[in-house]
């Protein structure tokens, strides 16, 4: 039987990746390279405000003085700025009124990636903003929500048509000199999704966002910014997928999240970048910021995450609990397999009184997978009664991979209750025996445990994506890709 | 690389300034160790927030400072110390003292006890033992980011050594008792070197203390190999003022099937950092790692362990707890690697905290580095109070409060305390931390004399 | 059904099995009894497949194939069932999806379509009536948090939906106290078919007052030493194992 698991677990870690494929589309690309005309171009081609294109200057100038963080436990070749495209865009995009105006190929592009941008076929009750590169190409269900009074759209059109909105929040949780990443985005970031759920609405429906890297060499820098008012709620969720290639492409985006009193918001993410070959070749390399504000008393927010692509992780959603008796939560599954790497994990810092948090994290490492949880659970001075509980397991599938956990708790207040536990185990050759004594594959027998074991925080999506992500956690492990 | 603070330029110049003098009481062979560890030190300076293993200690407090420097012992302290140790030998150890780094005997420098095991100065076993000595002084004792470990090696000179030869099974525990005491501020470093062989049995004591109440700094680094299927325990009794910092380096490196534990207490300090590195270098090796601290008033305690598997089957455990009280505050890094070959490790890590006022604050970075895949590995971490619930229950029962909270505060430390093989010591620690939880215990060499 | 013949193995070079024959006719119900050490449960391991245990020497045929040569999951979809005596813990799995998952493999096996959600959730409902299983249990994971009783009626529960043609039960009645041990046994009776047959690992003669068996054997030292009928058990429960014991070594002396 070990060498039969042996040939099973090298089957399951070495699948295909489903979404490489490339499309044809007709591009408007500005030259490589990043300099402060590149970034004062991009505000251009974006017909940007004065405020706006300061606010880039005021990155990038600061990004100069900024050097690359080394402390993630990551192996990260040189990245070369000069020789990235920062803006990619669709050409030809004029008003678009209605569906039959957006390029066939693009429609192909997302009917492929089984996101259907027609209202009537898709997934009822989930709104889309697809992002393609650089630009958002289309936000469905727009006029219906708006009839509620909520904003779901892009982020070119929200600085736009909501530049007050966009000014008073934008910064406001993630600052433009917070990181080397969120630095760099704040410059050249290019589209994204902007929402502004209003006062005691309820969002009847799950709002998302697709992101698509399709260009070569070209990095994508989004932006989204979510502002949930007093007493509202709202489910949202993104995924992102990019074709297959040889060289390494940059993802560096920015989350922000506001919520207001008593304001609820879940944000999930199912994160499918092209991870690149099985020796490791290509694949994305995904900086990302995302932080939430619990700026009002008793406001929550959620954070589920489904890591199984790019080449490179690393990404700490985060939360601010200032508001009283406000909750933070971080419920992740990252997978690593062949060579990828990932340190990812969360912040959470309580400031208000009564602030509770809880931290799921189940890494799981194949092939030459490196996995890393990194968080930390700050409790300030006056952070009263603050709670946390933490609980990082990690599940090894062979011998080559590795798993890390590097927890920080900095506690300032003696009322705090701080837990954490973790575990770091390998599947039981007992429970694939059990399993295989009841006619059930070695496979099966893998593929069963490893979501039995990420299923606490599958649990947390939204019904429509808890299937999804389950389908792509087996294909990520276990070679059935068709 | 990192720019020099003037911190450390402070110590690059006291090594520049009194190399000769140290160099000129020292062996040659601990002698060639010192250029190349200065190398190191020069790159890696003395160690301040930023480096990711003190981010929560500020050694600066102390290292800020001017201290008298003793590279050479006075004849007057030798006398002093023997009168110590004369006291000192009536306990059921084997005893011996440390005074302000030196080994202060005059005339007989090492000794052989009845079972074989020899003990004594460091200095003078590195001629006398010059082939076991040279096989592993500065072997185990490695570090690629503390520069502390560096300087001690670059200028200590004396220190505790103690063989234990193959197969000698030794009853009664050795106690080192290192004092501190001087009419100035000073700055001292010494360097233990404990070699257990094969298939031996022993165990050690280590106290510090402090005698007079100046400014005081001790950077020590103990070297301990233990040999295949042999048993070692260390432990560490801690009980030093205020005003003092001390940080101790304990490398404990481990052949097959060796079984060692470690523990530390803490009953009293200014500044405490101890480094505690357990390397399991053979199959079948179980390392026990245990701390307790108690703080009070301005006291930082921060205790650091690494624990690296590097072969097969090994077991490690570690259990750390700390009390804080007033405006205390607490440090503890525990890491465990399990490297790629080490298949069938079982690694588990505790750390529990009790903060007792609303000054006090404790950080903690437990963490697990794992690249094998057949391992068990747990580590838990909580920062809390003690139990409402569980105080109320006494209560309930007639207790007073005060005496509920000793009572559960004591239970607490005594899961730490419980792991001292050695009984005497144990039933003496034990009521050393009532006092202390009492607030009753002060520093007073009395409580050394009387230690077990 | 089944014939096993000299079979000898050793688990990490240490002789375990020394030279079992067994001869198994469908319907019937054979208990191995034996004390402790003396190969019971490596017999049944061996039987259902687990390859940390060497085989030496001997053969299994079982319904006319060679079962040495099938892999776990083959001989179960074949139709082997073994209740373990220590049940395995499988977090988060949930006894539905594991047992949906199982059946509909069996069923692949025999060339039949998967069941249909409907249709598994009424068979399991059945059989969780003839077994009379708490049906909070196939709601929770498999085995997980469940007692020592809960467990071994799981095991007992499975047995009834994967219907198999033979069942080893391995001590499934220790540590069981009278109720549960009388749940199991009527399971057992309940699924006991002219076709099917069982091999009943246990300790003690109070199972077999519940589960009439056909045969007894004793299993000693890797040897099966003594075989006979139901009465076996009864004179094993009054007398010991010491009398066996003393038996043997009078056999080897004279």
Same mark, same amino acid.
């Given at each position: 039987?070990?060498?039969?698991?042996?040939?099973?677990?090298?089957?399951?870690?070495?699948?295909?990746?489903?979404?490489?494929?490339?499309?044809?589309?007709?591009?408007?690309?500005?030259?490589?390279?990043?300099?402060?005309?590149?970034?004062?171009?991009?505000?251009?081609?974006?017909?940007?405000?004065?405020?706006?294109?300061?606010?880039?200057?005021?990155?990038?100038?600061?990004?100069?003085?900024?050097?690359?963080?080394?402390?993630?436990?990551?192996?990260?070749?040189?990245?070369?700025?000069?020789?990235?495209?920062?803006?990619?865009?669709?050409?030809?995009?004029?008003?678009?009124?209605?569906?039959?105006?957006?390029?066939?190929?693009?429609?192909?592009?997302?009917?492929?990636?089984?996101?259907?941008?027609?209202?009537?076929?898709?997934?009822?009750?989930?709104?889309?903003?697809?992002?393609?590169?650089?630009?958002?190409?289309?936000?469905?269900?727009?006029?219906?929500?708006?009839?509620?009074?909520?904003?779901?759209?892009?982020?070119?059109?929200?600085?736009?048509?909501?530049?007050?909105?966009?000014?008073?929040?934008?910064?406001?949780?993630?600052?433009?000199?917070?990181?080397?990443?969120?630095?760099?985005?704040?410059?050249?970031?290019?589209?994204?999704?902007?929402?502004?759920?209003?006062?005691?609405?309820?969002?009847?429906?799950?709002?998302?966002?697709?992101?698509?890297?399709?260009?070569?060499?070209?990095?994508?820098?989004?932006?989204?910014?979510?502002?949930?008012?007093?007493?509202?709620?709202?489910?949202?969720?993104?995924?992102?997928?990019?074709?297959?290639?040889?060289?390494?492409?940059?993802?560096?985006?920015?989350?922000?999240?506001?919520?207001?009193?008593?304001? @609820? =918001?879940?944000? !999930? /993410?199912?994160?499918?970048?092209?991870?690149?070959?099985?020796?490791?070749? &290509?694949?994305?390399?995904? *900086?990302?910021?995302?932080?939430?504000?619990?700026?009002?008393?008793?406001?929550?927010?959620?954070?589920?995450?489904?890591?199984?692509?790019?080449?490179?992780?690393?990404?700490?959603?985060?939360?601010?609990?200032?508001?009283?008796?406000?909750?933070?939560?971080?419920?992740?599954?990252?997978?690593?397999?062949?060579?990828?790497?990932?340190?990812?994990?969360?912040?959470?810092?309580?400031?208000?009184?009564?602030?509770?948090?809880?931290?799921?994290?189940?890494?799981?490492?194949?092939?030459?997978?490196?996995?890393?949880?990194?968080?930390?659970?700050?409790?300030?001075?006056?952070?009263?009664?603050?709670?946390?509980?933490?609980?990082?397991?990690?599940?090894?599938?062979?011998?080559?991979?590795?798993?890390?956990?590097?927890?920080?708790? @900095? =506690?300032?207040? !003696? /009322?705090?209750?701080?837990?954490?536990?973790?575990?770091?185990?390998?599947? &039981?050759?007992?429970?694939? *025996?059990?399993?295989?004594?009841?006619?059930?594959?070695?496979?099966?027998?893998?593929?069963?445990?490893?979501?039995?074991?990420?299923?606490?925080?599958?649990?947390?999506?939204?019904?429509?994506?808890?299937?999804?992500?389950?389908?792509?956690?087996?294909?990520?492990?276990?070679?059935?890709?068709? | 690389?990192?720019?020099?603070?003037?911190?450390?330029?402070?110590?690059?110049?006291?090594?520049?300034?009194?190399?000769?003098?140290?160099?000129?009481?020292?062996?040659?062979?601990?002698?060639?160790?010192?250029?190349?560890?200065?190398?190191?030190?020069?790159?890696?300076?003395?160690?301040?927030?930023?480096?990711?293993?003190?981010?929560?200690?500020?050694?600066?407090?102390?290292?800020?400072?001017?201290?008298?420097?003793?590279?050479?012992?006075?004849?007057?302290?030798?006398?002093?110390?023997?009168?110590?140790?004369?006291?000192?030998?009536?306990?059921?150890?084997?005893?011996?003292?440390?005074?302000?780094?030196?080994?202060?005997?005059?005339?007989?420098?090492?000794?052989?006890?009845?079972?074989?095991?020899?003990?004594?100065?460091?200095?003078?076993?590195?001629?006398?033992?010059?082939?076991?000595?040279?096989?592993?002084?500065?072997?185990?004792?490695?570090?690629?980011?503390?520069?502390?470990?560096?300087?001690?090696?670059?200028?200590?000179?004396?220190?505790?050594?103690?063989?234990?030869?193959?197969?000698?099974?030794?009853?009664?525990?050795?106690?080192?008792?290192?004092?501190?005491?001087?009419?100035?501020?000073?700055?001292?470093?010494?360097?233990?070197?404990?070699?257990?062989?094969?298939?031996?049995?022993?165990?050690?004591?280590?106290?510090?203390?402090?005698?007079?109440?100046?400014?005081?700094?001790?950077?020590?680094?103990?070297?301990?190999?233990?040999?295949?299927?042999?048993?070692?325990?260390?432990?560490?009794?801690?009980?030093?003022?205020?005003?003092?910092?001390?940080?101790?380096?304990?490398?404990?490196?481990?052949?097959?099937?060796?079984?060692?534990?470690?523990?530390?207490?803490?009953?009293?300090?200014?500044?405490?950092?101890?480094?505690?590195?357990?390397?399991?270098?053979?199959?079948?090796?179980?390392?026990?790692?245990?701390?307790?601290?108690?703080?009070?008033?301005?006291?930082?305690?921060?205790?650091?362990?690494?624990?690296?598997?590097?072969?097969?089957?090994?077991?490690?455990?570690?259990?750390?707890?700390?009390?804080?009280?007033?405006?205390?505050?607490?440090?503890?890094?525990?890491?465990?690697?399990?490297?790629?070959?080490?298949?069938?490790?079982?690694?588990?890590?505790?750390?529990?905290?009790?903060?007792?006022?609303?000054?006090?604050?404790?950080?903690?970075?437990?963490?697990?580095?794992?690249?094998?895949?057949?391992?068990?590995?747990?580590?838990?971490?909580?920062?809390?109070?003690?139990?409402?619930?569980?105080?109320?229950?006494?209560?309930?029962?007639?207790?007073?409060?005060?005496?509920?909270?000793?009572?559960?505060?004591?239970?607490?430390?005594?899961?730490?305390?419980?792991?001292?093989?050695?009984?005497?010591?144990?039933?003496?620690?034990?009521?050393?931390?009532?006092?202390?939880?009492?607030?009753?215990?002060?520093?007073?060499?009395?409580?050394?004399?009387?230690?077990? | 059904?089944?014939?096993?013949?000299?079979?000898?193995?050793?688990?990490?070079?240490?002789?375990?099995?020394?030279?079992?024959?067994?001869?198994?006719?469908?319907?019937?119900?054979?208990?191995?009894?034996?004390?402790?050490?003396?190969?019971?449960?490596?017999?049944?391991?061996?039987?259902?497949?687990?390859?940390?245990?060497?085989?030496?020497?001997?053969?299994?045929?079982?319904?006319?194939?060679?079962?040495?040569?099938?892999?776990?999951?083959?001989?179960?979809?074949?139709?082997?069932?073994?209740?373990?005596?220590?049940?395995?813990?499988?977090?988060?799995?949930?006894?539905?999806?594991?047992?949906?998952?199982?059946?509909?493999?069996?069923?692949?096996?025999?060339?039949?379509?998967?069941?249909?959600?409907?249709?598994?959730?009424?068979?399991?409902?059945?059989?969780?009536?003839?077994?009379?299983?708490?049906?909070?249990?196939?709601?929770?994971?498999?085995?997980?948090?469940?007692?020592?009783?809960?467990?071994?009626?799981?095991?007992?529960?499975?047995?009834?939906?994967?219907?198999?043609?033979?069942?080893?039960?391995?001590?499934?009645?220790?540590?069981?106290?009278?109720?549960?041990?009388?749940?199991?046994?009527?399971?057992?009776?309940?699924?006991?078919?002219?076709?099917?047959?069982?091999?009943?690992?246990?300790?003690?003669?109070?199972?077999?007052?519940?589960?009439?068996?056909?045969?007894?054997?004793?299993?000693?030292?890797?040897?099966?030493?003594?075989?006979?009928?139901?009465?076996?058990?009864?004179?094993?429960?009054?007398?010991?194992?010491?009398?066996?014991?003393?038996?043997?070594?009078?056999?080897?002396?004279?």
């Amino acid at each position: 039987m070990e060498k039969d698991q042996d040939k099973i677990i090298s089957d399951v870690t070495t699948s295909e990746y489903k979404y490489g494929f490339y499309s044809d589309i007709e591009m408007d690309r500005i030259p490589k390279g990043l300099n402060e005309d590149v970034v004062r171009l991009i505000s251009v081609k974006k017909n940007e405000p004065e405020w706006l294109l300061d606010f880039r200057l005021k990155s990038y100038r600061h990004w100069l003085t900024m050097k690359m963080p080394t402390w993630p436990n990551l192996k990260i070749a040189p990245i070369n700025y000069q020789d990235i495209i920062f803006y990619a865009a669709p050409k030809e995009r004029k008003n678009l009124n209605s569906i039959d105006d957006i390029d066939p190929e693009l429609k192909k592009t997302f009917d492929k990636l089984g996101i259907p941008l027609q209202e009537q076929k898709h997934l009822a009750g989930v709104a889309v903003d697809a992002v393609i590169d650089s630009v958002s190409i289309k936000t469905t269900f727009k006029e219906t929500l708006a009839e509620m009074g909520i904003i779901f759209c892009s982020f070119s059109d929200a600085v736009k048509e909501y530049p007050d909105l966009v000014k008073r929040y934008m910064g406001s949780v993630v600052p433009y000199t917070d990181n080397f990443f969120a630095t760099l985005n704040s410059a050249v970031f290019s589209d994204g999704s902007f929402c502004y759920i209003p006062k005691g609405i309820r969002c009847p429906m799950e709002l998302s966002t697709y992101f698509r890297i399709n260009s070569a060499n070209t990095g994508q820098f989004e932006r989204t910014l979510l502002i949930a008012d007093e007493e509202s709620y709202v489910s949202y969720l993104e995924g992102c997928t990019a074709p297959s290639r040889d060289e390494n492409q940059l993802h560096a985006a920015i989350v922000e999240i506001v919520a207001e009193k008593n304001a @609820e =918001v879940k944000y !999930s /993410t199912v994160q499918n970048w092209y991870p690149g070959d099985k020796e490791g070749k &290509g694949g994305v390399y995904n *900086f990302v910021t995302k932080r939430g504000m619990c700026k009002g008393e008793s406001s929550k927010i959620s954070w589920t995450q489904i890591e199984t692509g790019s080449a490179i992780t690393w990404k700490y959603p985060s939360c601010i609990l200032r508001g009283d008796n406000s909750v933070g939560e971080f419920y992740s599954v990252a997978v690593t397999n062949n060579y990828q790497q990932a340190d990812t994990g969360t912040k959470m810092t309580h400031i208000g009184k009564n602030t509770r948090s809880t931290i799921v994290s189940k890494g799981i490492s194949a092939g030459h997978g490196q996995n890393s949880y990194r968080g930390l659970v700050k409790v300030l001075k006056n952070a009263t009664n603050a709670r946390n509980y933490s609980q990082c397991d990690s599940l090894l599938l062979g011998d080559k991979c590795g798993a890390h956990t590097f927890p920080y708790l @900095e =506690v300032d207040n !003696s /009322t705090a209750i701080v837990e954490h536990e973790a575990t770091t185990s390998k599947i &039981g050759e007992d429970q694939i *025996f059990y399993c295989n004594q009841r006619g059930i594959s070695t496979e099966d027998a893998i593929g069963l445990i490893v979501n039995g074991y990420a299923r606490e925080v599958i649990n947390k999506l939204p019904m429509e994506f808890a299937v999804e992500a389950q389908k792509l956690l087996q294909i990520s492990l276990e070679g059935s890709v068709g | 690389m990192k720019e020099k603070s003037e911190i450390t330029e402070k110590y690059l110049g006291l090594y520049k300034d009194n190399i000769n003098k140290i160099s000129g009481i020292s062996s040659p062979f601990i002698n060639s160790f010192r250029a190349p560890a200065f190398e190191k030190f020069s790159k890696l300076g003395i160690p301040s927030k930023k480096d990711e293993a003190y981010k929560y200690t500020n050694l600066n407090i102390f290292f800020d400072h001017d201290y008298e420097n003793y590279f050479m012992p006075v004849p007057a302290d030798f006398i002093k110390a023997e009168e110590f140790r004369c006291e000192v030998t009536d306990l059921d150890a084997y005893g011996v003292v440390l005074l302000n780094g030196f080994y202060p005997t005059l005339n007989e420098k090492l000794r052989q006890l009845p079972s074989g095991v020899w003990i004594g100065s460091l200095n003078a076993a590195a001629v006398q033992f010059s082939d076991i000595f040279e096989k592993n002084y500065g072997k185990y004792a490695k570090s690629e980011t503390d520069g502390l470990i560096h300087l001690n090696t670059a200028m200590a000179s004396d220190g505790v050594f103690v063989y234990i030869p193959e197969g000698v099974h030794m009853t009664r525990p050795v106690q080192v008792v290192n004092l501190v005491q001087s009419d100035d501020d000073t700055f001292n470093q010494h360097r233990n070197l404990i070699i257990a062989e094969k298939n031996s049995n022993f165990s050690i004591i280590i106290c510090d203390h402090t005698l007079s109440p100046q400014k005081f700094l001790t950077n020590a680094v103990t070297e301990v190999f233990v040999g295949e299927n042999a048993h070692f325990d260390i432990i560490r009794v801690q009980n030093e003022h205020n005003n003092a910092c001390k940080i101790t380096s304990t490398f404990i490196h481990q052949e097959k099937n060796s079984v060692t534990s470690s523990n530390n207490i803490t009953l009293h300090g200014g500044l405490i950092r101890n480094n505690t590195y357990h390397y399991l270098g053979g199959e079948g090796a179980e390392s026990y790692s245990y701390g307790l601290f108690l703080a009070d008033k301005w006291q930082h305690i921060d205790n650091f362990v690494n624990v690296d598997h590097a072969f097969p089957h090994c077991t490690s455990n570690q259990l750390f707890k700390g009390v804080l009280d007033d405006m205390s505050t607490g440090a503890f890094n525990g890491r465990i690697l399990v490297r790629p070959d080490a298949q069938g490790t079982l690694a588990y890590q505790k750390n529990n905290n009790i903060l007792l006022t609303d000054d006090t604050k404790m950080d903690t970075k437990p963490q697990l580095e794992i690249f094998a895949d057949d391992v068990k590995c747990s580590h838990g971490a909580t920062i809390g109070q003690l139990d409402d619930d569980a105080l109320f229950y006494l209560q309930s029962r007639g207790i007073n409060k005060r005496e509920a909270r000793l009572m559960l505060m004591f239970g607490f430390a005594h899961e730490v305390i419980q792991n001292i093989k050695i009984e005497p010591l144990r039933e003496r620690m034990d009521n050393l931390v009532m006092q202390r939880l009492k607030g009753e215990l002060s520093r007073c060499a009395s409580c050394m004399v009387k230690c077990m | 059904m089944l014939i096993i013949n000299n079979l000898k193995a050793s688990i990490e070079g240490k002789s375990i099995l020394k030279g079992i024959s067994l001869d198994i006719k469908p319907g019937e119900i054979h208990a191995i009894m034996g004390p402790n050490g003396s190969g019971k449960s490596t017999l049944a391991a061996v039987l259902a497949g687990r390859e940390d245990i060497e085989i030496t020497e001997g053969t299994v045929t079982y319904l006319g194939k060679n079962l040495l040569e099938m892999t776990a999951e083959d001989r179960a979809k074949e139709g082997i069932f073994l209740g373990f005596q220590y049940p395995i813990e499988i977090p988060g799995v949930s006894m539905v999806n594991f047992m949906k998952t199982a059946v509909n493999e069996h069923r692949k096996h025999k060339g039949l379509d998967p069941l249909s959600a409907s249709d598994f959730l009424k068979m399991m409902r059945e059989k969780k009536e003839l077994v009379e299983i708490d049906s909070k249990l196939a709601n929770r994971s498999v085995n997980e948090g469940f007692s020592g009783g809960e467990k071994k009626k799981n095991e007992i529960f499975q047995m009834a939906m994967l219907e198999p043609k033979l069942a080893i039960l391995d001590e499934t009645d220790s540590g069981l106290d009278i109720d549960a041990l009388r749940i199991v046994a009527n399971g057992v009776n309940k699924l006991k078919r002219p076709d099917n047959s069982f091999i009943v690992i246990t300790h003690y003669q109070r199972l077999l007052d519940f589960i009439v068996p056909d045969v007894v054997h004793v299993l000693y030292d890797g040897r099966i030493v003594k075989t006979a009928g139901k009465e076996l058990a009864l004179e094993l429960e009054e007398k010991g194992y010491d009398w066996i014991k003393k038996e043997i070594e009078n056999n080897v002396t004279t």
